[in-house]
């Protein structure tokens, strides 16, 4: 059932498709949920956060869509397919799968253990080919269907002192392009959006200082960090028929931060004080 506040519902004809969102118990995969459930489409909320998943499926079931949670580690095979098993038997076959759940932590190159190394790769990495696996042979069963996966601006550009996340996403990029190329003979499209500055649960640690927020907000062209309707809103257009011809690209939605490196570059006369910029 259409959200008649969604005009544009029919045109991104998703309605009653099988759309699969990782992570989505809370922050941009949340978002992405309720956005598939507006436009109509039947939704499966996976993620290791059980209760979380529940919630975002009652404010779903709540404006009349379907929705199901199902439990999920993305990094475990078994669970994966057993999370893709229950979708194609509670909903059917999948027709979207959005690859979104990630993890990071603070840490250095120079001080990282090989434990949590690899632990941030299997989520953010092997967690991503585990559910492509998965939901693709459906896709391929069906004769076709779409993936985006969520990356990050960190894949573009070093995000230092975040461990092994910039590697991670620079590798979900590679993996997006891979899977155009081999599963284009399917029908299956694989397109990434990377988003930069996002408040959600993950970020919000970072928001929580005025002054940081204030000096974020003032190098981004946009001046103002993204929410996740910024992002969801492009993921959803991503896997609707109206990007058809659409595979194997990333779409930045970073509001502007990656074109603006040179008004980081001090230029004489044309020098902003703080008082301006406030
Ligand atoms: N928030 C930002 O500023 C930002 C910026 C760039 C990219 N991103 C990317 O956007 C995506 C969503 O980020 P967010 O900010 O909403 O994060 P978040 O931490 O708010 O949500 C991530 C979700 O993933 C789930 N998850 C983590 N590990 C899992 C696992 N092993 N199995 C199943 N579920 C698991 C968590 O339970 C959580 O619900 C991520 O891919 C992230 O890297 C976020």
């Given at each position: 059932m259409t959200?008649?506040n969604?005009?544009?519902?029919?045109?991104l004809e998703?309605?009653?498709?099988?759309?699969?969102?990782t992570?989505?118990?809370?922050?941009?995969?949340?978002?992405?949920?309720?956005q598939?459930?507006?436009?109509?489409?039947?939704?499966?909320v996976?993620?290791?956060?059980?209760?979380g998943?529940?919630?975002?499926c009652?404010?779903?079931?709540?404006?009349?869509a379907?929705?199901?949670?199902?439990?999920?580690d993305i990094?475990?095979?078994?669970?994966?397919d057993?999370?893709?098993?229950?979708?194609?038997?509670?909903?059917?076959?999948?027709?979207?799968l959005v690859?979104?759940?990630?993890?990071?932590?603070?840490?250095a190159?120079?001080?990282?253990?090989?434990?949590?190394?690899?632990q941030?790769m299997a989520?953010?990495?092997?967690?991503?080919?585990?559910c492509?696996?998965?939901?693709?042979?459906?896709?391929i069963?069906a004769?076709?269907?779409?993936?985006?996966?969520?990356?990050?601006?960190?894949?573009?550009?070093?995000?230092?002192?975040?461990?092994?996340?910039?590697?991670?996403?620079?590798?979900v990029?590679?993996l997006?392009r891979l899977?155009?190329?081999?599963?284009?003979e399917?029908?299956?499209?694989?397109?990434?959006?990377?988003?930069?500055?996002?408040r959600?649960?993950?970020?919000?640690?970072i928001?929580?200082?005025?002054?940081?927020?204030?000096?974020?907000?003032?190098?981004?062209?946009?001046r103002?960090?993204?929410?996740?309707?910024?992002?969801?809103?492009?993921?959803?257009?991503?896997?609707s028929?109206?990007?058809?011809?659409?595979?194997?690209?990333?779409?930045?939605?970073?509001?502007?931060?990656?074109?603006?490196?040179?008004?980081?570059?001090?230029?004489?006369?044309?020098?902003?004080?703080?008082?301006?910029?406030?």
């Amino acid at each position: 059932m259409t959200n008649p506040n969604t005009p544009h519902a029919s045109w991104l004809e998703l309605e009653n498709k099988v759309c699969v969102v990782t992570g989505a118990a809370g922050g941009i995969g949340a978002e992405i949920a309720r956005q598939f459930a507006a436009v109509g489409a039947r939704v499966a909320v996976l993620d290791r956060d059980q209760a979380g998943a529940s919630r975002v499926c009652a404010d779903i079931a709540a404006t009349g869509a379907r929705a199901i949670a199902v439990d999920c580690d993305i990094t475990d095979k078994a669970s994966v397919d057993r999370a893709a098993a229950a979708v194609e038997r509670e909903l059917g076959r999948c027709d979207v799968l959005v690859n979104n759940a990630a993890a990071i932590y603070a840490a250095a190159l120079m001080d990282i253990e090989m434990d949590r190394w690899r632990q941030l790769m299997a989520v953010n990495l092997d967690g991503f080919l585990l559910c492509s696996q998965a939901f693709g042979r459906q896709m391929i069963a069906a004769g076709g269907g779409s993936m985006v996966h969520v990356a990050s601006i960190s894949g573009h550009v070093p995000q230092p002192y975040s461990g092994p996340y910039s590697v991670s996403k620079a590798g979900v990029k590679m993996l997006s392009r891979l899977l155009a190329v081999e599963l284009g003979e399917h029908g299956i499209r694989s397109n990434v959006v990377s988003p930069a500055m996002v408040r959600t649960p993950m970020s919000e640690v970072i928001y929580a200082d005025p002054a940081v927020l204030r000096k974020r907000e003032q190098i981004l062209p946009a001046r103002r960090i993204g929410a996740p309707p910024d992002i969801a809103e492009v993921v959803v257009y991503l896997s609707s028929a109206r990007a058809g011809y659409v595979t194997g690209q990333d779409v930045l939605v970073d509001g502007g931060l990656s074109t603006a490196w040179l008004t980081l570059v001090p230029r004489p006369g044309f020098e902003k004080s703080d008082a301006d910029k406030a």
